[in-house]
Nanobody
């Protein structure tokens, strides 16, 4: 009923830039937050960026990407972007889109995940 579809992954050189996109579709009443996570081989999934409904600049980043990654959202299109700058080898991972939303006015908030997109940082 709700789908999150990521795009934009691929190969990027160290120091380069890449933009990931995630589009949410289906039965959506309201979105509370959209986030990007990543998971490298042998490591736990980690949050890399979050944007919350309720104000401009309501974002959150871990220290590992702060100043290099920027998350933004198009509320009208239910789309979230992740701009990755100054890419590092350790940014290599599968990146997952995540949304916390309601499907109706009376349903409880639920969490949905995309299928993931591979980002490889390599020279």
């Amino acid at each position: 009923q709700v789908q999150l579809v990521e795009s934009g992954g691929g190969l990027v050189q160290p120091g380069g830039s890449l933009t990931l996109s995630c589009a949410a579709s289906g039965s959506i009443f309201t979105i509370y937050a959209m986030k990007w996570y990543r998971q490298a081989p042998g490591k736990q999934r980690e949050l890399v960026a979050a944007i919350f409904t309720g104000g401009v600049g309501n974002t959150n980043y871990p220290d590992s990407v702060k100043g290099r990654f920027t998350i933004s959202r198009d509320n009208a299109k239910n789309t979230v972007l992740l701009q990755m700058n100054s890419a590092k080898l350790e940014d290599t991972a599968v990146y997952y889109c995540n949304a916390v939303l309601r499907t109706t006015a009376t349903s409880p908030p639920n969490t949905y995940w995309g299928q993931g997109t591979q980002v490889t940082v390599s020279s």
